[in-house]
């Protein structure tokens, strides 16, 4: 079974802090995801990564950067928590193309 | 705004009952998925759709797909209570087949 893990269920951070979310699988999967997930807006994708070093921005990168520097990692990272950045984050990764995604457990990022 | 969108946005059954979901899409896909998200954690794919299939049966999970009209429904049979979640529709955009983008969801509550 694919096993996507993330670094924390529940983070707590205040305004301005530097904020790091960590994503890993198992799988050794090419593609993998940042999304986050609010009440009423569903899922909405803040960045993927298709190759180590490689990034695309997804609907609602604002605020936030990612890292791949190995294919079984990818970060997201809040360079200066708001307190709009609180949210559901959630991490995925993908086999093959046009397959389903698997999802990590999501971090609950509260930003105080 | 949201690909998909999920009809009805919340719904109360029995146990027993079968419970329905629709998704409706904007533009062309080449593939639709239907995951499902218990309270507070991460997603898990149930199934997925082509875009030239019609139905598709899981366990007591059928999809059914319909291309002239973008849309899509999962129905659930003999609901149990361990069926509540909320469900949420994907569909596969570009052309890479690396992006989903999600509904809003349908949280669904079967009572005992």
Known sequence: DVKVTQSSRYLVKRTGEKVFLECVQDMDHENMFWYRQDPGLGLRLIYFSYDVKMKEKGDIPEGYSVSREKKERFSLILESASTNQTSMYLCASLGQLGDTQYFGPGTRLTVL | ?112
């Open chain 2, 1 to 112: 705004s949201q690909q998909g969108e999920e009809d009805p946005q919340a719904l109360s059954i029995q146990e027993g009952e079968n419970a329905t979901m629709n998704c409706s899409y904007k533009t062309s896909i080449n593939n639709l998925q239907w995951y499902r998200q218990n309270s507070g954690r991460g997603l898990v794919h149930l199934i997925l759709i082509r875009s030239n299939e019609r139905e598709k049966h899981s366990g007591r999970l059928r999809v059914t797909l319909d291309t002239s009209k973008k849309s899509s429904s999962l129905l659930i049979t003999a609901s149990r209570a361990a069926d509540t979640a909320s469900y949420f529709c994907a569909t596969v955009l570009n052309n890479a087949g690396n992006m989903l983008t999600f509904g809003g969801g349908t949280r669904l509550m079967v009572k005992p």
